[in-house]
């Protein structure tokens, strides 16, 4: 299905990315100039936002690269990033009539994403199809430059870069307290939390990450019901 974008599509969604672009330049410099320092160059930098674009991931990545713990590294990137298969199974309904840009969408189709296009408030007169590739590109876009600016300014600065990795940990910290604000219901929130720190105290600070990450999908999935309808268990 052929798609015709307009200027009207074009201002609609940078007004709706401009905040997330923004975070994800900042927090993508952060990225890059850690890479550099552990001695990864812009090109790894770029070629790690394309092929996972997931800030969370390639944070951690960084020194599961360097420790070269393959299985650890795809196992951990798999856990981390499971929570992108249920954005996507749920967005699965609203790109069903893209065509193979839906591809697309699903790939790219990171948190910041699919909070701004979950919402389905769409603005009055604008072509929900060019809104949601926009939206999309413009935000892996921003990250991709990010990552890559963060590379190159670190090749030509010397300085001690202790401290940037907590920007991720700033960035959730940040996102749980605004979900918790905006939400009645907790249990998505609390799950997390009591499990991240249980399974922190059980496994220790070295893989713990895991087998919580396990127990909130499992969690997830039983109380499902129980969640989307708000916590009153009533259907």
Request: charged share 10%.
């Given at each position: 299905m052929k798609l015709k974008i307009t200027k009207k599509e074009i201002s609609s969604a940078l007004k709706t990315s401009s905040p997330i672009m923004v975070t994800f330049i900042v927090l993508g410099i952060g990225f890059g100039l850690l890479m550099q320092k552990h001695g990864f160059g812009p090109l790894w930098s770029l070629a790690s936002g394309i092929i996972i674009f997931s800030g969370t991931v390639q944070f951690v990545s960084i020194a599961l690269m360097s420790t070269g713990s393959v299985l650890m590294s795809g196992l951990t990137a798999l856990m981390v990033s499971a929570r992108h298969i249920f954005f996507s199974i749920s967005m699965i309904g609203r790109y069903s009539r893209e065509g193979a840009r839906k591809w697309y969408l699903f790939y790219a189709l990171c948190d910041e994403t699919y909070a701004m296009l979950s919402k389905d408030d769409?603005?009055?007169?604008?072509?929900?199809?060019?809104?949601?590739?926009?939206?999309?590109?413009?935000?892996?876009?921003?990250?991709?430059?990010?990552?890559?600016?963060?590379?190159?300014?670190?090749?030509?600065?010397?300085?001690?870069?202790?401290?940037?990795?907590?920007?991720?940990?700033?960035?959730?910290?940040?996102?749980?307290?605004?979900?918790?604000?905006?939400?009645?219901?907790?249990?998505?929130?609390?799950t997390g939390l009591f499990a991240t720190l249980l399974c922190r105290l059980v496994f220790g600070p070295d893989i713990f990450l895991i087998p919580a990450m396990i127990i909130i999908v499992l969690t997830m999935t039983v109380m499902r019901k129980r969640i989307e309808t708000g916590g009153d268990g009533n259907a």
């Open positions: 769409v603005p009055e007169g604008v072509n929900v199809s060019g809104y949601r590739l926009l939206v999309t590109l413009f935000d892996q876009l921003s990250w991709l430059l990010g990552c890559v600016l963060g590379g190159c300014v670190g090749t030509l600065l010397d300085f001690n870069s202790t401290g940037i990795d907590f920007a991720m940990t700033a960035l959730f910290t940040t996102v749980f307290l605004q979900q918790w604000i905006d939400t009645k219901n907790h249990i998505p929130a609390l």
